[in-house]
C-alpha cells in the first residue's frame, strides 16, 4: 500500500522530496474528489511512507481533520510512539497553527510543504512557528517543493467553489 524511495547514496535530495510530495499531491487530489479543500500530506520514516492522509473535515464534520493531524495520528500508530523524531513530514500546502502546534508536539524534524499559505501559514507566511527558538523544538522548513502544481489544485478548487457561490 505505502510506496518507498530506493535511496542509493547518489540520488539528489530534490528528487526525493519530489517523489514523497508526489504522493502528498496525490491525497490532495484525493481531498478535490471528495470536495474537500485539497491538501495531502504524507509521512516518511526510513524512505517509506508510513502514513497518508488528506483533508477530511466536511466528511467528518471535525475542524480539526487536516491532512497533517490525520497524518500524524496515522504515523504515531504506525511506529507505535507520539515521538515522530525520525520522520519527514510532507505536506502541499504550507501548515496552519494547529497543524504546526501539532507537528511540534509530535517532535516532527523535517516539514517540506509546497504551496505557502499568505493567509494562515505558521511555517513562514504569517508565523515561523516551527523554527521558533522559544519553543522547545524546532524543525527543519524546506519550502516551495513542487509549489506549482500544489498551489494549482487549491487555486481550481476555489475557483469552483466561488463559481458555485461558496467561500
Known amino acids: 500500500m505505502f510506496h518507498s524511495f530506493d535511496d542509493d547514496s547518489g540520488t539528489d ?5 519530489e517523489f514523497f510530495m508526489h504522493h502528498a499531491l496525490q491525497q490532495a487530489q484525493a481531498a478535490d474528489a471528495e470536495n474537500e479543500v485539497p491538501v495531502g500530506a504524507v509521512i516518511v520514516h526510513n524512505q517509506q511512507i508510513i502514513a497518508a492522509a488528506h483533508n477530511q473535515r466536511e466528511q467528518l464534520h471535525d475542524p480539526t481533520a ?4 490525520i497524518a500524524i495520528t496515522q504515523a504515531a ?4 510512539d507520539w515521538r515522530l523524531e525520525k ?6 500546502l ?14 516532527v524534524p523535517i ?3 509546497g504551496a ?7 511555517a513562514e507566511s ?8 522559544r519553543l522547545n523544538h524546532q524543525c527543519s522548513v524546506i519550502r516551495n517543493v513542487m509549489r506549482e502544481p500544489c498551489g494549482e489544485i487549491l487555486t481550481e478548487f476555489f475557483r469552483r467553489q466561488r463559481r458555485l457561490g461558496k467561500k
Do not use: W
Open 13 to 17: 535530495e530534490l528528487l526525493r522530496h
Open 66 to 69: 487536516h491532512a497533517e493531524m
Open 77 to 80: 500508530e504506525a511506529i507505535g
Open 87 to 92: 520522520c519527514t513530514l510532507y505536506v502541499t
Open 94 to 107: 504550507e501548515p496552519c497553527c494547529m497543524c504546526a502546534g501539532a507537528i511540534l508536539q509530535a517532535r
Open 111 to 113: 516539514v517540506v510543504y
Open 116 to 122: 505557502s499559505d499568505p493567509k494562515g501559514g505558521a
Open 126 to 133: 504569517l508565523y515561523q512557528l516551527l523554527q521558533d527558538d
